[in-house]
């Protein structure tokens, strides 16, 4: 296990062809806006059914935040989606731990797929409203503090200030 390179991608997350991609779910599973949304609608019904199948098992409260499950990718080029829900951001309490985990857990999954790229978003910081520089400072840092097989961790960043805030981070 080593450290896995860092890449940076300004664009779509469901264009990627990479063994695996990280959703941006909701705890439910079953589909929402953003990166969720965007990763069902490509990939079609395979996605929800696979879901379907893990709330109706494990998974019947829902994937708890922090947490990270893998599902077929459907119509998707990656091999697997990896399933992993970040916290809300709150200004009144500190739920940093909560998003470094999405990381660490959805490469600890990646290594049981075996797989070698992963394509992540930027975890948490849409919808729910974690400021862009501190989401990339969470995330940069976790990676390279992983210990993985995984030999590539690919960012889509869906914008350019995404793309600036991760690149702040990758440059230092």
Known sequence: MSTPTITL???????QDADAVVNAA?????????????IHRRGGPEILAACRELRAGHYG???PTGRAVATTAGRLRAGH????VGPVHSASEDRSELLASCYRESLR?????????VAFPAIS?????????????IAVTTVREADT???????????????EAFAARTDA
């Open 61 to 63: 409260k829902g994937l």
């Open 81 to 84: 989606v990896i399933h992993t």
């Open 125 to 137: 910081a849409g919808i729910y409203g974690w400021p862009m520089d501190d989401a990339a400072r």
């Open 26 to 38: 909701n705890s439910s599973l079953l589909g929402g806006g953003g990166v969720d949304g965007a």
């Open 9 to 15: 991608v300004r664009g779509d997350i469901t264009d």
């Open 109 to 117: 999954v990646a290594d049981e797929l075996g797989a070698r790229t």
């Open 149 to 163: 097989d995984v030999a590539e961790v690919r960012f889509v960043l869906f914008d350019e200030a995404a793309y």
